[in-house]
């Protein structure tokens, strides 16, 4: 009698092990996981089926002529595209420009029908608490010199027929709501019943001394000019800000674009995920959390910066000058350090102007440093494929250890720094001036390069590319090895 597997069976109860832990979880995101991990389930499905042949084997049972059946292997071929075609997906995010259809219901049938909303006043304190209730639409405050705050904006209403959209605007009344030194705004959409789509967009102006919270689930969110604290919170929003005094926390799970300039304390941008930062001229801390696949620059922050992401970690002590980071590479000039980047993805980095050091710690991409600013900080470097420059002052202090375990080391500095052989394929440059920090680079497989400060951009040195002929010993006052 043929031996019947079990992997089948267990590959079943896996995967609703999974639905469940989804059911159960929804927050977690399952979908980026499965993108990354799906080649876990080839590698326990080969296993387990190994597992199965040494059984059969053992209890002298016939084995199969193939480790897999032809339908196997269509299976495995089907999970090999659709995790691949997953893991591309999360990745490269196609549907960001297609948040019309993906990211917001589209509504095929009725019209859209506009009620304005008249202004409405109402006195406050100098300094109140105010809460904007608004489920979906876009919400601009903006601070002004009176102690009152007013309301005005409009509502849209998608219905069949004019008279079932205006009832549904009488079901919504736009509301304030006093209690003290709390003032609290609300659209009340979230009456209206599911089949009338609905949202209102609200301009206010409200005293700038005020404290600000904003609740919505989608729609832009535009604040300027206030004193006070400001928490905003949204499922899908883009988020500008401008000239807030007070301390401001964003919490979003989607956006496609942040942008905070003049800031005069510290920011958070909490969970989520989206597309684009851009952060300029903040006094305090600046603190992001979440998945960000644009484009993320940072100008003018006199505090700490701290980015922590699924796929890196980035911590400055200040940014006088910029700092941008992608998915595939991390840029900066004239930066407060230490510098600490800890990415899992290939990323390529390029640092100019820095001071106290870095730290940085690379699965795959290229270093290009140069410091510039004597005395210099200690310097740690690690690469497991990727070439290494480093351009120093030429009257620096320092102790060099750069070690390639695969490939070339170039000294470009001088004397002061030794070249060695290192096992069959790599090198070692070692030595140092005035005993400084320690600069401590490593790169598994790759190119280090040391040399003189000389103002060149680094990307475009003559050492990013080969040389047609090896430099003279004279040039340079070591012997040329070969590897």
């Known amino acids: 009698m043929k031996p019947q597997s079990v992997i089948g069976p267990l590959l079943l109860i896996g995967l609703g092990a999974v639905l469940l832990a989804n059911t159960l979880r929804p927050e977690l995101p399952w979908l980026e996981l499965c993108a990354s991990y799906w080649p876990v389930l080839l590698i326990l499905w080969g296993a387990l089926r190994l597992l199965e042949l040494l059984v059969w084997n053992w209890k002298k049972r016939p084995l199969p002529t193939h480790g897999?059946?032809?339908?196997?292997?269509?299976?495995?071929?089907?999970?090999?595209?659709?995790?691949?075609?997953?893991?591309?997906?999360?990745?490269?995010?196609?549907?960001?420009?297609?948040?019309?259809?993906?990211?917001?219901?589209?509504?095929?049938?009725?019209?859209t029908h506009e009620f304005p909303l008249p202004e409405q006043r109402r006195p406050s304190p100098q300094a109140p608490h105010i809460v904007i209730e608004n489920l979906r639409g876009a919400v601009r405050v903006a601070g002004g010199g009176a102690a009152q705050i007013s309301v005005s904006g409009v509502k849209r209403i998608r219905a069949l027929e004019a008279a079932a959209a205006a009832a549904a605007n009488e079901q919504s009344p736009l509301e304030i709501a006093t209690n003290d030194d709390v003032i609290v705004v609300r659209t009340n959409l979230d009456r209206l019943p599911a089949n009338h789509r609905a949202a209102c967009d609200l301009e206010l102006t409200i005293p700038r001394a005020a404290a600000l919270e904003v609740r919505g689930r989608e729609g832009d969110l535009e604040v300027r000019g206030l004193e006070g604290a400001v928490q905003l919170s949204s499922d899908s929003a883009e988020?500008?800000?401008?000239?807030?005094g007070g301390r401001v926390t964003v919490r979003l799970r989607r956006s496609s674009l942040i942008r905070a300039v003049n800031l005069r304390n510290s920011l958070e941008i909490l969970g989520g995920r989206g597309r684009d930062l851009h952060i300029e001229n903040v006094a305090g801390a600046v603190r992001v959390e979440g998945e960000y696949f644009g484009e993320q620059r940072f100008a003018g922050l006199a505090g700490t910066l701290s980015v922590d992401s699924p796929r890196?970690?980035?911590?400055?002590?200040?940014?006088?000058?910029?700092l941008e980071l992608d998915l595939g590479k991390l840029e900066g000039a004239n930066l407060g350090g230490p510098v600490r980047f800890r990415s899992v993805r290939a990323c390529d980095v390029e640092l100019e102007a820095f001071s106290h050091?870095?730290?940085?710690?690379?699965?795959?991409?290229?270093?290009?440093?140069?410091?510039?600013?004597?005395?210099?900080?200690?310097?740690?470097?690690?690469?497991?494929?990727?070439?290494i420059e480093l351009a120093l002052p030429e009257n620096a202090a320092f102790q060099l250890r750069a070690r390639t375990a695969r490939g070339s080391a170039e000294n470009l500095f001088g004397p002061a720094i030794k070249h060695e052989p290192e096992g069959t394929?790599?090198?070692?440059?070692?030595?140092?001036?005035?005993?400084?920090?320690?600069?401590?680079?490593?790169?598994?497989?790759?190119?280090?390069?040391?040399?003189?400060d000389t103002g060149q951009p680094l990307s475009s040195s003559k050492v990013n590319r080969r040389p047609d002929k090896e430099p003279r010993q004279e040039e340079i006052g070591l012997p040329v090895q070969r590897h």
């Open 312 to 322: 890196a970690s980035l911590r400055v002590e200040q940014v006088p000058g910029h």
């Open 68 to 111: 897999l059946s032809g339908g196997e292997w269509a299976v495995v071929i089907l999970i090999c595209l659709v995790g691949s075609g997953l893991h591309a997906a999360t990745r490269y995010r196609p549907w960001d420009r297609f948040s019309v259809l993906i990211g917001k219901r589209a509504d095929w049938f009725g019209h």
């Open 239 to 244: 988020v500008r800000l401008e000239d807030i």
């Open 425 to 452: 394929r790599g090198a070692l440059l070692q030595g140092g001036s005035g005993g400084g920090p320690l600069l401590a680079m490593e790169t598994s497989r790759g190119r280090i390069v040391v040399l003189k």
């Open 357 to 387: 050091g870095a730290e940085i710690r690379l699965d795959r991409g290229d270093v290009r440093l140069r410091p510039a600013i004597t005395p210099l900080g200690a310097l740690q470097v690690r690469t497991d494929a990727g070439d």
